[in-house]
């Protein structure tokens, strides 16, 4: 199966704290993406990276790419309880012009 | 644009019934993906279309389950006969697939299917 990694898992912490997850891939990309998805809804696109990009930001967000070891990681700041949801890495190979996604990290934020 | 339409949202159907689930895409998208979402297997990917053709339905869990793209304004995915290990969340997403990869994708909100 080409499905990357996800870890953690699941994620608990306050308000204010900053959220890391991680994705895992198995073979070369030519981007790496992560979603968001509230429940009971449709995943929702946060940022994109491409293979030949290390970081990026927008706005609380910083994802960091590296593709030596082949992972990812998305950095929350300041985390609120809005930002409640499960965050998914979706990887495009570049074999096949498709969209794999992770297993994702259910991430809560308590007030 | 309206975005990802799905329809219906939810659907129950007894075991052995006929389920169509259909998505009309976002104009000017040349890719239509499938998805299915359980909590035991995460999000699959069940076919890919680009350009309307299927370029990879390998996902697809068995002969039970067909997709079709008429045009690139409408796809659906069929399943029959339907079992109740077909219940589960199912998506459909479009996006752009450019020279040098693939934008990102816009999902629907999905369609609940229970089949029971």
């Known amino acids: 199966s080409q499905q990357g990694e996800e870890d953690p898992q699941a994620l608990s912490i306050q308000e204010g704290e900053n959220a890391t997850m991680n994705c895992s891939y198995k073979?070369?990309?030519?981007?790496l993406q992560w979603y968001r998805q509230n429940s009971g809804r449709g995943l929702v696109h946060l940022i994109l990276?491409?293979?030949?990009?290390r970081e990026k930001h927008s706005g609380r967000l910083r994802v960091t790419l590296d593709t030596s070891k082949k992972s990812s990681s998305l950095l929350i700041t300041a985390s609120r309880a809005a930002d409640t949801a499960s965050y998914f890495c979706?990887?495009?190979?570049?074999?096949?012009?498709?969209?794999?996604f992770g297993q994702g990290t259910e991430l809560s934020v308590k007030p | 644009d309206a975005g990802v339409i799905q329809s219906p949202r939810h659907e129950v159907t007894e075991m052995g019934q006929e389920v169509t689930l259909r998505c009309k895409p976002i104009?000017?998208?040349?890719?239509l993906f499938w998805y299915r979402q359980t909590m035991m297997r995460g999000l699959e990917l069940l076919i890919y279309?680009?350009?309307?053709?299927?370029?990879?339905d390998s996902g697809m869990p068995e002969d039970r389950f067909s997709a079709k793209m008429p045009n690139a304004s409408f796809s659906t995915l069929k399943i029959q006969p339907s079992e109740p290990r077909d219940s589960a969340v199912y998506f459909c997403?479009?996006?752009?697939?450019?020279?040098?990869?693939?934008?990102?994708?816009?999902f629907g909100q999905g369609t609940r299917l229970t089949v029971v």
């Open positions: 104009s000017g998208h040349n890719s």
């Open positions: 279309f680009n350009n309307n053709v299927p370029i990879d």
């Open positions: 073979t070369s990309i030519n981007n």
């Open positions: 990276i491409r293979s030949n990009e």
């Open positions: 979706a990887t495009d190979y570049n074999q096949g012009g498709k969209l794999i």
């Open positions: 997403a479009s996006s752009l697939a450019r020279t040098g990869g693939m934008s990102e994708a816009f």
